[in-house]
């Protein structure tokens, strides 16, 4: 793994305390996942960080850990006997100290681990918030880039814009 900035997720974790993800894991868990992979995709390129998703494998008779990469972030499915929070906390143990790390989970117990390993946590809540914060800033700067008037003119130098306009009117009036 490389990078400045690493964001473990509580897979499950997540998905039972985001209200559409647990209703979509009401119907189909394999649907729940995908959506949590897309939106942690999302977040991995436009904030850059390495996003790790652990899934918890471990009452998986005989399983063997599981890891894929999708679109640039990471997906864990743990072995049999192994939690999400175990492998988290292994790989804390590792790099927590010399890496920027976050883990995402409501989970209280694990959150103070986190903290004693070198990691520092988000709650569920607080991983939406700042995801519909993202998506509200991607939305801003698309309306920004989409304006006509600013593909040139918000470029230019206050001054000059001032200028262009004066020259403009004088221009109009003759």
């Given at each position: ?5 690493y964001l473990f997720?509580d ?12 209703k979509?894991?009401a119907?189909?868990?394999?649907t ?5 992979i ?6 991995h ?6 996003v ?7 009452m998986?008779k005989?399983?063997?850990r599981?890891?894929e990469?999708?679109?640039g972030?990471?997906?864990?499915y743990t072995?049999?006997h192994?939690t999400?929070?175990?492998y988290?906390?292994?790989t804390?143990?590792r790099?927590?100290k ?11 117990v694990?959150q103070?681990v986190?903290l004693?390993?070198?990691g520092t ?7 939406k918030?700042e995801?519909e914060?993202n ?5 801003q700067?698309s309306?920004?880039?989409n ?5 040139v003119?918000g ?7 001032k200028r262009l ?6 221009n109009?009036?003759e």
């Amino acid at each position: 793994m490389n990078g400045k900035e690493y964001l473990f997720v509580d897979g499950y974790n997540i998905i039972n305390c985001w209200e559409e993800l647990k209703k979509l894991s009401a119907m189909d868990l394999d649907t729940a996942r995908n959506r949590l992979i897309d939106i942690m995709v999302e977040y991995h390129v436009y904030t850059k960080t390495v996003v790790v998703i652990v899934f918890d494998a471990h009452m998986v008779k005989n399983g063997l850990r599981k890891v894929e990469k999708i679109k640039g972030i990471e997906i864990v499915y743990t072995k049999e006997h192994e939690t999400a929070d175990i492998y988290i906390e292994k790989t804390l143990d590792r790099i927590g100290k010399i890496k920027r790390v976050r883990v995402a989970t409501s989970d209280w117990v694990e959150q103070q681990v986190v903290l004693g390993r070198g990691g520092t946590r988000i709650s569920a809540r607080e991983l939406k918030l700042e995801i519909e914060d993202n998506k509200r800033h991607i939305a801003q700067k698309s309306r920004e880039i989409n304006r006509p008037n600013n593909l040139v003119i918000g470029r230019l130098d206050e001054k000059l814009v001032k200028r262009l306009e004066e020259w403009k009117r004088l221009n109009c009036e003759e």
